[in-house]
């Protein structure tokens, strides 16, 4: 009886030993897409120009913005 409970207790530690080391698909999924490494060197690339297309949006916009409100103004 008690090597019986100690073969299920050996093999539910075994279980829970193995489902922790293992990163579930979602999570690897999720990394690939957001360091861009999900389809090769080309998606690298597509990556880091989007990466440079969204950090100079909100810089470009807050030039415009304000030169519109605190640029020169035109004498009439």
Do not use: C
């Not at 957001?34 to 909100?58: E, N, R």
């Amino acid at each position: 009886m008690k090597e019986q409970a100690q073969k299920q207790d050996g093999a539910s530690q075994d279980m829970k030993k193995d489902g922790q080391d293992k990163k579930s698909g979602g999570k690897k999924l999720f990394k690939k897409l957001h360091t861009g490494k999900w389809g090769g060197w080309f998606s690298m690339i597509l990556h880091a120009i989007a990466v440079l297309i969204g950090g100079f949006l909100p810089i470009s916009g807050y030039y415009m913005w304000w030169k519109r409100n605190y640029g020169k103004k035109a004498k009439a």
